[in-house]
């Protein structure tokens, strides 16, 4: 079975605090993935990786960075956390030829 | 550009009776579909997908949607609830040969006794 796992389910930082979320994959997919969920709006894509070290941003990239240093992992970073990214965090993984993507359990991070 | 758009944001049906969870796509490509489940505080996973052979296709817990070129559509079904489909419900496209997916807004599904 593939397992993405991610380090915290629940986060609450403050205001201006650097924040990391990280991911890890066990099934060697190349392409991984962060999105953020909010209600009424579905997923939103906010970086991919298809490398390592290779990163694209998604649809809503702006107060987001990401690192890949080694193919299991992907880390979404928040360089100063503000409250309008308080969101669930979902990430992803994915290989050729099906592209079908697994979901780890998203981390829920409160900034206040 | 790819994009997909549920009808309804929300969802009630008896248990026991039959499930219709309504997706129109748009692509100026031959898609891949997908439909995502999300249990309460769970991630998302994969009900089934399309991915242009047999225009019926059947997922897991007795769902199934039909793939319809012809109405742009990709509609969930199941013939009879069960109390544990309660969850949210995401219709996904994918333009073939690449690796991003287009979520839909999501359907969120109540099923009463």
């Known amino acids: 079975d593939v397992k993405v796992t991610q380090s915290s389910r629940y986060l609450v930082k403050r205001t201006g605090e650097k924040v990391f979320l990280e991911c890890v994959q066990d099934?060697?997919?190349?392409?991984m993935f962060w999105y953020r969920q909010d209600p009424g709006l579905g997923l939103r894509l906010i970086y991919f990786?298809?490398?390592?070290?290779?990163?694209e941003k998604g649809d809503i990239p702006e107060g987001y960075s990401v690192s890949r240093e080694k193919k299991e992992r992907f880390s979404l970073i928040l360089e100063s956390a503000s409250t309008n990214q308080t969101s669930m965090y979902l990430c992803a993984s994915s290989s050729p030829p099906t592209y079908e993507q697994y979901f780890g359990p998203g981390t829920r991070l409160t900034v206040t | 550009a790819q994009s997909v758009t549920q009808l309804d944001s929300h969802v009630s049906v008896s248990e026991g009776t039959p499930v219709l969870l309504r997706c129109n796509y748009s692509s100026s490509y031959s898609p891949s579909l997908f439909w995502y489940v999300q249990h309460p505080n769970k991630g998302l996973q994969l009900l089934l997908k399309y991915t242009s052979a047999a225009t019926l296709v059947k997922g897991i817990n007795g769902f199934e949607a039909e793939f319809k070129k012809s109405e742009t559509s990709f509609h969930l079904t199941k013939p009879s609830a069960h109390m544990s489909d309660a969850a949210e419900y995401f219709c996904?496209?994918?333009?073939?040969?690449?690796?991003?997916?287009?979520f839909g807004t999501g359907t969120r599904l109540l099923v009463s006794p």
């Open positions: 099934m060697d997919h190349e392409n």
């Open positions: 996904v496209v994918r333009r073939s040969g690449f690796q991003k997916l287009v």
């Open positions: 990786s298809y490398d390592v070290k290779m990163k």
